[in-house]
């Protein structure tokens, strides 16, 4: 008897079927550990882009303060623009007394913290990319938000009056 059990249990193991239901459960396992290490390299792309995008603003609005200061301190720059390689595009910044800038292509000086984080972060920017920011302004400050990775608020913060930038 312990031998056909044996037999049996053999014959079970070169059973077609068997076989591909061990490969399947394999291939199942491989692609759901698969799946959640792309999920956290997603994410991470999504802080990165983020991060990039602050320090490109900041960037910006320090080179439109020091063409300010260059060209005998305005109360708006014309600059190129550029959509794409080939679209240029004239914008004037409208800045406060101390050269820092308010807003981009408005009639009004007026703090437009949505305009700024339009032309200075997210050019080239498509509607798709992985990172939403959320804009909150007021008189004088932006602060400029986005959840990291796991899940906790940061944020970014501009000074329109001094320039200043807090993260």
């Known amino acids: ?12 193991t070169e059973h077609w079927f068997f076989r591909v239901l061990v490969a399947g459960v394999v291939l199942a396992l491989i692609f759901f550990v698969g799946s959640r290490s792309l999920n956290d390299v997603v994410e991470g792309v999504g802080e990165y882009k983020a991060q990039l995008m602050t320090d490109r603003f900041a960037k910006s609005v320090s ?16 600059l190129d623009y550029y959509e794409s390689q080939t679209n240029p595009k004239d914008v004037w910044i409208w800045l406060n007394k101390q050269g820092w800038p308010l807003t981009v292509d408005e009639e009004n000086p007026e703090l437009n913290c949505r305009q700024l984080w339009v032309y200075f972060a997210e050019t080239n920017t498509k509607t798709n990319e992985l990172v939403t920011i959320s804009v909150v302004s007021d008189e004088r400050y932006c602060v400029y938000t986005w959840k990291n990775q796991d899940g906790a608020q940061k944020s970014f913060k501009y000074d329109s009056l001094v320039g200043r930038f807090e993260q």
Do not use: F, T, Y
Not at 63 to 78: A, M, V
């Open 1 to 12: 008897m312990k031998h056909s059990a044996v037999e049996e249990q053999e014959a079970l």
């Open 63 to 78: 080179h439109i303060h020091q063409e300010w200061d260059r060209n005998g301190k305005p109360s708006r720059l014309r």
